[in-house]
């Protein structure tokens, strides 16, 4: 979102480059070498070009062959009436010479010169998603929806690009200490806060950083931190009590929370808000975001709409020097039904549909002036139990349940064939995957394992949310449960109301739990720090795995500190084995995620998560 980024080395990015001193900003290393795969249907932007005549000065080779006769005097050697004698003799000798000459030559040649897309300023973008945000602010929020929206209007320090190289966005460059415990952030100037509008500063930054241990969710991605603090106007220190390997890849990751930078609000600056001390102590930015980014929030109406207007004292430009961002606004539009966002961007009510189920792909792709895109992203769907309590505190009977589950079946009939089936928590693209087909599908050997466990029949509740495809999986999951005795009735609530209650869970109440997440590429923020206790994630304290006793809790640690990429990837395929061993959760699913758009809508990115936007440099043509 800064004018003209630059991208950084991959190569010298983060583990290898945190063996320097000072660390120049570098690129995701090969670490992240592993791209998603290509678009299902890729989006080609058609431009215009014209014939060009140009005459040019062309150099050309000729060979000149050509006789050239030239004396040449030589000694022979003869014998004249018997005495010896010498003279010299001349003769001509026949040489042929090649000449080389150089010559001009004028030719015409037809050349394909581009015409420079123009970007058209104004409209709305209207978004068909998946629900309503749960709360604005970015540091507590607990749900996809409430990170998409937020990140409207906030901002991160770094940021990736398709390819996962890192580019700077309020931060134009870091430094490490030798000791690896400390980095120094240098930030960009004349940065301004939406409402407040003064500048942002490093004593925004360091408050920001040091929020985020104020609550579960976003300190279980700042593990090992100490405090953040300011060196100067634009200038923050930010120490760790131990090395924190995958920090700026925290940073600039669109699904962890805390990493969006917000204001360090006083009393007068709050009135401007519009909230009091003890307003904002008590909610913070849940329902007034004030942030540095595109674009500001204007009205929203839970369940129906978020609203966005352009932020006309942005500071990023693009790389022609124009001002961002080009839309006038953003208007965000809840729907969980697949296929009734489906409907919304046929009829042409939003201009795009989000989380497009494969089933409904052949009408969109039948529809006039729509486009589709696609890729197996990291939407990560399976099954949780409880630890806590029995039987599933034994692991035969959590064993059970994966061999009752039929994934390829799942896949096929939850998801219309639309992802893959998932044998560990990574997806198959990811470069540290390691497929562990422990469990494959035995109803029989799951009926066996809960004999041997002691258990004929069990009865309770499959939890889970209203978001597809999470009800047809779960439906096809009750089923295949039913058939070894194991009878779940179907809960579904809301996103907001399933995190909350997750949290403390009622075994009674929920037996079995339907989980979707969006894996975040790094093996320790996708999956490490979801195993910190309180951890702060809905997972780590529903679950409640035994970390100790599976060793998944050094691995944690390990994936939190290790600086050596070997070891790190050697980390990460125990943690997959472990996970799938243990049974800590059942792998069923990656989608496919598929995006419907109106091919007015210009120069959109996607990326793998989902979550980020280039909400600044999208237009919509007339």
């Not at 000149?64 to 004698?85: F, H, K, L, N």
């Not at 409880?386 to 034994?394: A, L, V």
């Not at 562990?436 to 009926?447: D, G, Q, R, V």
Request: charge should be neutral; aromatic fraction near 10%.
């Amino acid at each position: 979102m800064s004018t003209a980024p630059k991208k950084l080395d991959r190569r010298k990015f983060l583990y290898a480059g945190l063996g320097a001193a000072i660390v120049v900003v570098g690129g995701l290393a090969a670490y992240f070498a592993t791209r998603p795969p290509e678009v299902v249907e890729k989006t080609v932007v058609q431009t215009q070009v014209q014939t060009q005549v140009q005459t040019v000065e062309k150099p050309v080779e000729k060979v000149i062959t050509q006789t050239i006769e030239r004396p040449v005097e030589r000694t022979v050697v003869t014998t004249i009436a018997g005495t010896p004698t010498t003279f010299v003799e001349t003769v001509t000798q026949t040489q042929v010479q090649t000449q080389v000459q150089t010559v001009k030559e004028v030719v015409e040649k037809t050349v394909e010169v581009p015409k420079e897309i123009q970007p058209i300023y104004g409209d709305i973008f209207k978004i068909a998603t998946f629900a309503s945000p749960s709360n604005f602010d970015p540091h507590v929020a607990p749900d996809h929806p409430s990170l998409m929206v937020a990140e409207t209007g906030y901002e991160y320090l770094f940021r990736y690009d398709q390819a996962f190289n890192l580019v700077p966005c309020l931060a134009e460059r870091y430094e490490v200490s030798g000791d690896k415990l400390e980095y120094t952030l240098f930030l960009k100037r004349g940065v301004l806060w939406q409402i407040i509008d003064r500048e942002l500063t490093a004593e925004d930054v360091a408050y920001s950083l040091n929020r985020t241990q104020e609550f579960g969710i976003s300190r279980s991605f700042f593990p090992n931190f100490d405090k953040a603090e300011a060196v100067d106007k634009y200038t923050v220190k930010v120490r760790f009590k131990q090395p924190f390997a995958p920090f700026l890849f925290v940073l600039a990751n669109p699904g962890a929370r805390g990493n969006m930078v917000v204001p360090k609000l006083s009393d007068e600056e709050l009135g401007k808000v519009g909230l009091t001390r003890e307003d904002f102590t008590k909610r913070g930015f849940a329902t007034n975001m004030v942030g540095t980014g595109p674009f500001m929030i204007t009205e929203f109406k839970r369940g129906e709409f978020e609203r966005f207007k352009k932020n006309t004292k942005y500071w990023a430009k693009d790389e022609k020097g124009r001002q961002l961002p080009y839309l006038d606004g953003l208007e965000f539009i809840p729907q969980p039904d697949a296929s009734i966002r489906a409907q919304l961007v046929r009829a042409g009510t939003v201009d795009m549909a989000l989380g497009i189920d494969a089933k409904d792909l052949p009408i969109i792709q039948a529809t006039k002036g729509l486009r589709t895109i696609g890729q197996i992203g990291t939407y990560f769907g399976h099954i949780g139990m409880n630890w806590k309590e029995k039987p599933f505190s034994d692991k035969r009977m959590r064993q059970a349940v994966a061999h009752a589950i039929n994934k390829e079946e799942v896949l096929k009939l939850a998801l219309a064939g639309g992802g893959e089936v998932a044998w560990s928590p990574l997806p198959s693209w990811n470069k540290d995957y390691k497929a562990f087909k422990t469990y494959e599908y035995n109803p029989e050997k799951a009926k066996a394992l809960m004999k041997e466990v002691g258990v004929t029949e069990i009865t309770g509740t499959l939890y889970g949310f209203t978001i597809s495809p999470a009800p047809d999986t779960m439906k096809v999951v009750q089923r295949h449960l039913a058939d070894v005795n194991i009878n779940l009735e179907i809960r579904t609530v809301d996103i907001g109301t399933y995190v909350a209650e997750l949290r403390n869970r009622d075994f009674q109440k929920h037996t079995i739990t339907m989980h979707i997440w969006v894996d975040k590429v790094e093996p320790w923020t996708s999956l490490g720090q979801r195993l910190y206790s309180p951890g702060g994630t809905a997972f780590a304290e529903g679950i409640n795995p035994d970390l100790e006793a599976t060793g998944l809790g050094a691995i944690r640690d390990g994936l939190a500190t290790e600086l050596d990429p070997a070891k790190r990837a050697k980390l990460t395929e125990d943690l997959q084995r472990i996970w799938v061993e243990e049974v800590v959760s059942i792998p069923l699913w990656f989608r496919a995620n598929y995006w419907a758009v109106n091919e007015k809508i210009k120069n959109m990115i996607v990326e793998p998560q989902t979550i980020n936007y280039n909400w600044e440099s999208i237009w919509k043509e007339k």
